[in-house]
């Protein structure tokens, strides 16, 4: 593996990592996502479906917490999870839990971490989590680590001190297994930076995670309260100094395109793409614009036109007052809303993608209304498609210099608020 950076401007990294998975013959282009999972497949699509849609990205997200229960059946398979869930030629991340459901705090212990599956709580050692690992064999894994010094309740120095501590002996316990081990050779580890929100001990992560042979580093414990935003964003910083320059920077539960923004802005390279499959989940579909132009008001009024822009202003405001619908962002428009039943667009005027260019907004309404299972599969389409655009769009504005373009239209876009997401590990 090889990254390579073509250009970084005010902090943005914009590159390539090379040679990567089992053959070496892939690459990825950063800044960029991960393809979201449930189990190891795209949620509602079939792998037939999922390659119509453009732009997926190169690596794939798999959740240890959805995996841990099949370890036995998968230490049988022996021939890797890659091939067991279809996707043989896709690259594979395994992240220790899912950015969409949260995790019960409290189950960290000097020994061990636990995951959440559907038959309730998994514990792991060291040895019991590389062993799951080696019955994977993915591209890249994240690390066993303490993430909960991030918690409200727990963001004590000592609590942060503790959670890198425990993170360094769990990667130190790891790395030993992964030398002794021949399949595991082939896996690569990302090291997690903890420390909740003290700057001393996140530096400290950061510095003896470095040292380590580590792969990249995952940014755990970002995501979150709106109203320490500029502190988080002050870390995020000054973490990402402290790394070395060829190796990625993945972040965790940071998805929504402003947050995004921000934090490639910090050195990030790699986001999760759960936001797209939580707006289809809530019947929405995302309608947000990232095509920039020099002049961002100019661009707003041409892409939108002025009654979509009115739109937009009432869905701001409806933000703003509705308490009891926080979830919804103003990046996408609710398709279970009364006023799309005789509404004969696409969701996206000029969107190309499979869902777009078949079907109108009436129809999918009227799918969400009567309950229709294909609401989802056609809305996941239209919104990971639009989604992996968006990424083009930031590297494309990072290339040609107009990344600052790019996001004050998203930032006009945007309700204002750092959505927290719904990792409230
Ligand atoms: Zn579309």
Not at 105 to 112: E, I, Q
Request: with cysteine; aromatic share 8%; charged share 25%.
């Amino acid at each position: 593996m090889k990254l390579s950076l073509t250009k970084v401007v005010n902090g943005c990294r914009l590159g390539k990592i090379k040679n990567l998975g089992k053959t070496g013959d892939h690459t990825m282009d950063i800044p960029g996502c991960l393809l979201y999972t449930k189990t190891g497949s795209a949620p509602h699509l079939t792998h037939h479906t999922l390659r119509s849609i453009h732009g997926v990205p190169a690596m794939a997200q798999l959740t240890l917490s959805s995996l841990a229960e099949y370890h036995e059946v998968l230490t049988e398979y022996k021939e890797g999870v890659g091939k067991f869930i279809g996707m043989p030629e896709s690259l594979l991340y395994c992240s220790l839990h899912d950015p969409v459901s949260p995790c019960p705090a409290g189950y960290v212990t000097n020994k061990s971490v636990s995951v959440w599956g559907v038959g309730g709580r998994v514990e792991m050692t060291a040895s019991k989590f590389m062993a799951i690992q080696q019955a994977l064999q993915p591209d890249w894994f994240q690390c066993l680590s303490d993430g909960e010094a991030s918690c409200a309740e727990a963001s004590s120095i000592k609590r942060a001190r503790k959670s890198v501590d425990r993170s360094l002996l769990f990667l130190d316990h790891c790395l030993r297994l992964q030398e002794e081990s021949e399949v595991l050779q082939k896996s690569t580890i990302i090291g997690v930076i903890e420390g909740g929100d003290v700057m001393e001990e996140r530096l400290r992560s950061a510095r003896e995670t470095a040292k380590r042979p580590v792969g990249g580093f995952l940014l755990d414990g970002f995501q979150g309260n709106p109203a320490t935003l500029d502190a988080r964003l002050n870390l995020l910083s000054a973490v990402t100094a402290e790394l070395p320059e060829d190796k990625p920077r993945l972040i965790c539960g940071v998805s929504q395109p402003d947050e995004v923004l921000e934090c490639i802005e910090r050195g990030v390279d790699l986001f999760e793409s759960f936001f797209p499959y939580q707006v289809t989940e809530r019947g929405g579909a995302l309608t947000f614009s990232f095509d920039y132009h020099p002049n961002p008001e100019q661009t707003l009024l041409q892409q939108n036109g002025t009654q979509e822009e009115k739109q937009y202003v009432d869905q701001s405001k409806k933000m703003k007052t509705a308490s009891d619908n926080q979830e919804v962002t103003s990046f996408e428009i609710n398709l279970k809303e009364k006023k799309y039943q005789e509404d004969f667009d696409p969701l996206v005027r000029g969107c190309s993608c499979y869902c777009c260019k078949n079907h109108t907004r009436a129809y999918i309404h009227h799918l969400l209304v009567t309950n229709e299972l294909l609401a989802g599969v056609l809305l996941m389409i239209h919104n990971f498609e639009h989604y992996f655009g968006f990424f083009h769009s930031v590297r494309e504005a990072l290339k040609n210099d107009r990344l600052p373009q790019l996001k004050e239209l998203i930032r006009r876009q945007a309700s204002g608020a750092w959505h927290t997401g719904l990792t409230s590990r």
